[in-house]
């Protein structure tokens, strides 16, 4: 199964639509009465003064997930290949994505964080073109529109702020100008949204979007440790590829050295900051898909024992199907 992704192939585009559904089946046949997409964020607040609600049927709402899946897979694996983040053309970045997506049954249906890796996918095309652009003002206003925009879908993605900054750090020299314009690109999206909110004389409301930013951290956390035990690999498989990364680190080019550096960040900042909003859903943790998927296909990509790395891959895909029938 590995070694068939590692080639850029136009025919593996239909053996990625069989693994989609393939690690959807357990789940699209055992499908709940009822799946509510409901997404709480100022964007439903201000167009129906309440959460936006779809109504849409579980089937309908588990395929319009996958599809949405499966153009951000395809938009990742051009992502990677474009800035030739694994020193090779492939489809493993694709194959990767699709496979971490469905570690989970609220990553199978529709979701604001699902949504939102459309964003973060468009927010890496532009950070990662940090490191050979001279002036990158316009591409930092159009940053701080991006998280903007995603924080009104899902209010923690405003965090992702960070991931501008962070960018700027390591691919460019320090220039004040960059870093207060995408201050100035975030601002005007949501100066805009106060001008409304004032307009409707509901100013209070405007407000009140950001009292979830100073929920504390839970002191709590019921888990029941037997439905995550499909982490064991994905832990496993990501301590593999950053050996593996450690090991060619200084080997590589510099602007793939910088780049692994902003997807490890991205994959802490997306992480970390779970709990800002009430009502957490665990969801939220489909933000870390597309870094995981890179470092993923980094590890299966220049993993040496081939025995080794299809059996592993196999026992993520046959655990992640058995916890869609089995729950405990």
């Not at 849409?56 to 153009?71: E, G, H, Q, R, W």
């Not at 316009?138 to 702020?161: E, R």
């Amino acid at each position: 199964m590995i070694n068939f992704f590692k080639t850029l192939n136009p025919f593996n585009m239909i053996w990625l639509v069989v693994v989609l559904f393939a690690l959807r089946a357990g789940y699209f046949f055992n499908l709940p009465g009822k799946i509510d997409a409901t997404f709480f964020a100022p964007l439903g607040k201000l167009l129906l003064t309440k959460s936006l609600y779809f109504d849409l049927s579980p089937a309908a709402n588990v395929l319009i997930a996958a599809v949405f899946t499966f153009v951000q897979a395809l938009l990742l694996n051009r992502l990677v290949n474009h800035y030739n983040l694994l020193g090779k053309p492939t489809f493993l970045p694709a194959l990767m994505y699709i496979t971490v997506s469905g570690l989970f049954t609220p990553f199978l249906v529709l979701s604001a964080p699902l949504i939102c890796n459309f964003l973060v996918l468009w927010m890496l095309f532009k950070l990662l073109g940090f490191y050979k652009s001279k002036d990158s003002k316009a591409a930092a206003f159009d940053l701080g529109m991006i998280v903007a925009l995603g924080s009104l879908i899902y209010l923690p993605f405003i965090y992702l702020f960070l991931l501008i900054w962070i960018a700027l750090i390591i691919f460019k020299p320090f220039n004040w100008r960059e870093w207060t314009t995408c201050i100035l690109g975030y601002a005007v999206v949501f100066l805009f949204l106060a001008v409304y909110y004032y307009l409707n004389d509901s100013i209070g409301l405007f407000g009140a979007i950001w009292l979830p930013l100073a929920t504390s951290f839970p002191g709590i956390v019921s888990i029941n440790y037997l439905n995550y035990i499909v982490l064991v690999p994905v832990f496993l498989i990501l301590v593999l590829c950053f050996f593996r990364l450690r090991q060619n680190f200084y080997k590589s080019y510099v602007q793939v050295r910088k780049s692994f550096q902003l997807l490890l960040i991205t994959l802490l900042v997306a992480g970390l900051f779970f709990y800002t909003r009430a009502g957490f859903q665990f969801s939220h943790f489909l933000l870390c898909a597309i870094p995981v998927a890179v470092f993923f296909s980094y590890y299966f990509l220049y993993a040496a024992r081939r025995w080794f790395y299809e059996l592993l891959y196999l026992l993520l895909v046959l655990m992640v199907v058995y916890f869609q029938f089995n729950t405990f």
